[in-house]
């Protein structure tokens, strides 16, 4: 084969991941390779190293991928021809994402901006929408009302959206978790009750009446906060699979050092810099995390709300899943994944498929091991399938998340399966 000519540019296909610290997830930041081969951020692997104090095997330097290393600490080189492939990489990325500079039109050809038409619904509908909400709060406070006080913790919870005071949440250290306890009185529950009852007789005569005024309707709502939050649409119908709606919880023993949890354990947040966590081999080494519910049959479901991470993968995952692999890239891993435009994609028996759509705020999460079936859905007034796979394991499947290591703040959240149950059963009465 013929040799390419001095100076002639030979394109090179190369992914982001062919230029990715496994530490961190992000492009190779000050590249450093060490004798094995394997190469890091600098940064990162001194940090690496930092934390796991002792190592592996009792090597402190040894390489996070194959576990091998000298016994004295080496020297760390910067890898030039790796920090050029990076450079290059990153400007033809900027490049390609902000595309070909549009051509300037003459002015001779310029049409005015058709305005922007909005289509709102109409009060009634509205209305329509706030009496059923309001029906199902006031269910909602009648069974509170008769539960026993020792459940006052989950009567806050519920009536959060009615702008109780509570106590707001608090990240705990790991060797020593606080609980987070909340208080309701019995007459503020009354009183609530009556508001409710109130608005809900108004609504009900709004109906079968005239339309209400605008303004009398957000008056009445806005009284007890019952304006439409942009988190939870009211309109949302109820989902076919609360039935099977669970709220797994992150586990901690295989919490990546990269990342820190909620008191809760349902909120998973890249950390700003990397956490003193015990090493163990049941951790992961990029920035990943298991939950601790394993199902080996049946059926579940589980939300997660992914607007506040850029770049993100859900999936399930066997807990022997090795701990320096990314989610689907292993045989007993499943996942769809978001790095960023035209970048969702799903990953099954190690093998990539690209999607099409946008990014869903919410995904739903369908593993039904009867049939071995794992599906996504975008959650927003109802679910949306986004992908489809079989899914087979010796051992059980735990729901699994991968979020970007080099972006402190993003987080995922596991919304609570009771308020998918709550609307759901609401719902079904209101239309049988």
């Known amino acids: 084969m013929a040799a390419a000519c001095p100076g002639t540019a030979v394109p090179v296909w190369l992914s982001e991941e062919d230029l990715s610290c496994i530490i961190c997830q992000g492009l190779l930041d000050w590249p450093t390779t060490l004798p094995c081969g394997h190469s890091f951020c600098l940064q990162c692997l001194k940090d690496l190293w930092v934390s796991k104090r002792a190592g592996v095997d009792s090597c402190p330097w040894a390489c996070p991928i194959c576990r091998k290393g000298p016994s004295a600490k080496p020297v760390l080189h910067k890898n030039p021809l790796l920090q050029d492939l990076v450079d290059k990489y990153r400007q033809a990325a900027l490049e390609l994402e902000a595309g070909p500079e549009p051509a300037p039109v003459p002015r001779s050809l310029c049409t005015p901006t058709p305005p922007q038409v909005t289509v709102q619904k109409s009060t009634t509908q509205v209305v329509q929408e706030l009496t059923e909400l309001v029906g199902q709060l006031v269910d909602i406070v009648k069974s509170l009302q008769t539960q026993r006080p020792s459940l006052a913790s989950g009567l806050d919870n519920a009536l959060g959206i009615l702008h109780m005071d509570s106590s707001s949440e608090e990240e705990y250290p790991l060797d020593s978790p606080k609980l987070v306890t909340f208080s309701a009185s019995q007459k503020k529950i009354q009183e609530i009750l009556r508001d409710l009852e109130k608005i809900q007789e108004t609504l009900q005569g709004s109906v079968t009446g005239n339309e209400a005024p605008k303004k009398q309707v957000e008056e009445m709502a806005s009284s007890v906060g019952l304006l439409p939050d942009q988190r939870y649409p009211v309109s949302r119908k109820a989902s076919q699979f609360s039935l099977w709606a669970i709220s797994p919880t992150?586990?901690?023993?295989?919490?990546?050092?990269?990342?820190?949890?909620?008191?809760?354990?349902?909120?998973?947040?890249?950390?700003?810099?990397?956490?003193?966590?015990?090493?163990?081999?049941?951790?992961?080494?990029?920035?990943?995390?298991?939950?601790?519910?394993?199902?080996?049959?049946?059926?579940?479901?589980?939300?997660?709300?992914?607007?506040?991470?850029?770049?993100?993968?859900?999936?399930?995952?066997?807990?022997?899943?090795?701990?320096?692999?990314?989610?689907?890239?292993?045989?007993?891993?499943?996942?769809?994944?978001?790095?960023?435009?035209?970048?969702?994609?799903?990953?099954?028996?190690?093998?990539k498929t690209d999607l099409s759509s946008g990014p869903p705020e919410v995904v739903g999460v369908w593993l039904d091991l009867e049939l071995g079936k794992l599906a996504f859905y975008s959650v927003a007034d109802q679910e949306r399938p986004l992908y489809e796979c079989e899914v087979s394991s010796s051992s059980p499947l735990h729901p699994a998340f991968w979020l970007y290591g080099l972006t402190p703040g993003n987080y995922l959240e596991i919304l609570a399966g009771d308020r998918t149950q709550g609307l759901a059963f609401a719902r079904q009465a209101l239309y049988h």
């Open 250 to 351: 992150f586990d901690l023993r295989s919490l990546s050092c990269n990342l820190e949890v909620s008191n809760n354990c349902r909120m998973v947040t890249v950390s700003r810099a990397l956490q003193p966590y015990h090493w163990s081999s049941e951790r992961f080494s990029i920035s990943q995390v298991l939950c601790s519910q394993a199902f080996s049959s049946g059926q579940k479901y589980w939300e997660v709300d992914t607007r506040n991470c850029s770049h993100w993968a859900v999936g399930v995952a066997s807990w022997g899943m090795k701990r320096d692999k990314m989610l689907g890239r292993t045989m007993d891993s499943w996942c769809i994944e978001w790095r960023g435009p035209s970048q969702f994609s799903a990953w099954a028996m190690m093998k």
